[in-house]
C-alpha cells in the first residue's frame, strides 16, 4: 500500500515538462494498462506478478508487452 501511495503522490506533484516514458513502470502504470489496453481490472495475484516481472523495462516497453498480448 505505501508503494501506491507513494505513485499517487508521484502523479499529484508531475510537472508537464517531466517526460515519464522511460521510467521504470510503477504497480499504477501496470493496473492502468490492464484498464485502459484489456477493457479490465486485473486480478489481484496477477498485478503483483507482472509488476516483479517487469524489472527494469521502461513503459513503452510494458506497453508493448500488453499491445502483443493474446488479449488485447
Known sequence: MKLF???LSQMR???IAERVDHARPG?????FAYRLLLGRWPEFDSVSKYYARSGNQDLLTLVMSFIKSPEF
Open 5 to 7: 501511495k507513494r505513485e
Open 13 to 15: 506533484d508531475y510537472k
Open 27 to 31: 504497480l499504477i502504470d501496470v493496473l
